[in-house]
């Protein structure tokens, strides 16, 4: 394991922030949150045909650039920061990885490169809903699906089985749901004995989860970074009572506070990160912790950040909100952390 | 998983590895448990003191001190070998693993002799850094005054030069192991008409004879591991003075700046064994089944994790040259916050149990009581935990002083 960041990946995150200030400012995503796919299908190609972004995790033999889970979570990690708004996450993290982990050799090849390239815009459609699948039909719904009105590719897990379904085939139905945080798309889809392939195993699903967890962990950590950021400019330049408010220890302590939270997490992320890329067998356990921890981090310092910037924190017009709803967003998705912390501790034996 | 610190490091990890179950005198891991030190505060751990006057102790010591492996970090013209952190965090590690302990030189190693380095003239390293390494000079600290907790630089004990030494008088608090101490590093005004922070020395004086008396502090604990301490006309020569007169702010903060260190990596690991050890008092009160104790040991665990991965990227960031900054102020506003709310979890695991102290003579507590009271110290001593988040927003955020 090496965690200090070499020179390549360092580059990539410079590379990543400079596409996304130019590409995708803040402007730029509140402009997005108001249309209807939520996402600007140029930078997306751009994303994936310049810069390789879907492909970077994604083995070379299925058309991927070979890179391992580190670099992912250092893209991962900027995504959060800029609020990204469009398919990564769906596509590139849930969906690749399910296919990688559940998935047989024939999915593999058929599904991993449109999705490295960026053409094929996937999803991992989750939840407990019930759902039946007979003779290569499902019927039943899922709500709740990330992206679910963007991917053209719907993966589907049973109890048994991976399936994949195209968006467009008959039986199904996709209905986007309006979102609390619009930077994040949602969809209610509707199975009726629409026509599915078995593509693998739902067996390896905890380990996708868990790989999931840890890449919505690396997101968390860029959005609580922001924040904190945001929160400590305004504190050195906002003036009251003739002196910046970054002066009085209140305001300094709660700074202090969100650094050791933020520090904290970026530790976990990067030793999580080198779990996955390694296979180690602390993923288990480190998942759900930096899932948990990340989740509570972001959402402290999105809140912080409204208080200290005081009334204009709470407009529509400054951007302290769009961190907070996309915190409240990560919180939930993918199980809150009470519930990572349950798995947690079942996990180390207690 | 092991950090990767390259061919180097990985055989200086297997050589050491030999040496210790070369050298390590058998029995002497099962003597007791090395890698669990108590609470300061607190009650010493049982056991701990005729564990180290047991003979295998003392004939440890002494092979560590013929490999040079006490102070190895220090050069070796003052007895150490110059080992850079990456290698005394290794050190760590492999004796951990071992289950042997480091001989360590408490403030003596860690306060003074950094101090020593940075400051003092090539004399003065040569006459007190090898007294350090032997034992011969065991110290205690004399910053903090009745008046003066967190305003440090307010201190009011004076120094004053008389011919060729330096007469110290005043009273100083907080002192842990002043018992076991030859020699204090004091704080002392020189200037009382220079600005505050210009008018202090740092001095290093006996800790022995009439002009000395010093009486324990008891704590909340119970226990009175601090003293507070009567310096009345202690005179030392002024070669005792490091990094010359008036100079001993900058030489006070030197020494904070090195109190940890290579201990990065293990310094998680007694948290990890009270973490279990509180894991079985949950099961044995049936406690571990409770949704919210299950969330409590959760974060706890998480905490103690936290840690080490901390630890570990400091260490890859020290094997990559970069110096340590604002790190030890979060390391300690962290592990000294987690243990205070430790002890209350712990407490609250035990439920009704907790009530109740041990018979016996004085004031014998649990291992949770103690936790839980000793615990309530480590966000106030060794900077509290607001004078840290000053440190860290002023430091390391850039926030206007």
Redesign the interface.
Known sequence: ????ESREQRELRASVRKFLTDKQSLDAVRVLMDTPSGYDAAVWEQASSQLGLPALAIPEQYGGAGFTFVEQAIVLEELGRALYSGPYFASAVLAANAILCCGDEQARQAHLPGIAAGETIATLALGADELTAEDGRLTGRRDLVLEGATASLILVTTDESLFAVAADAPGVTVIPVATLDQTRRLATITFADAPASVIGSAEPLVGVLDRAAVALAAEQLGGAQAALDMA?AY??TREQFN??I??F?T???R???L??EV??T???V??AA??VA?G?D?LP??AP?VK??ASDTFSHAAAENIQIHGGIGFTWEHDAQLYFKRAHFDQQFLGDP?EH??R??QR?G? | ????LGPDIADFRADLRSWVAANAPAGLADLTDWQSFGVTGGNRPVGLDAAQADPRHQEWEQRLTDARLVCPQWPAEYGGQGMDGVRVAVLNEEFARAGVPRVVRGMGEGFVGPAILVHATSEQKAHFLPRIVSGEDVYCQGFSEPGHGSDLAAVETRGVVDGDQIVVTGQKVWTSGAAKANMMFVLCRTDPDAPKHSGLSYVLIPFTGPEVTYRPIRQMSGAAEFCEDFLDGVRAPLTNVIGGLHNGWRVAMTTLGHERGGRATVQHLRFEQEFWAL?DT?RKYGR?TD?IV??Q???A??QV??MK??G??TL??V??GRQPGPEAS?TK??WSEYHKRLGEIAMNIVGGAGLVRPDGDGYPTTDWQNVYLAGRSGTIYSGTS?I???I???R??????
């Open positions: 394991m090496r965690l200090a400590v504190a050195k002196r910046p970054g002066t220890q305001i300094k302590h700074c202090a506070d650094l050791l520090e904290s970026r530790s976990a990067q030793y080198w779990a390694d180690s602390e356990t480190i912790l948990a921890y009470a912390r349950e947690l501790v180390i207690i | 998983m092991e950090l990767d894991v949950a571990h949704p299950r969330q040991l959760a974060w665990y998480t994790q936290l991965y901390s570990v990227r890859a960031q094997a990559e979060i506003l962290f607001e840290q988040r000053n860290i927003a002023e390391a955020l850039g926030l206007p002083r």
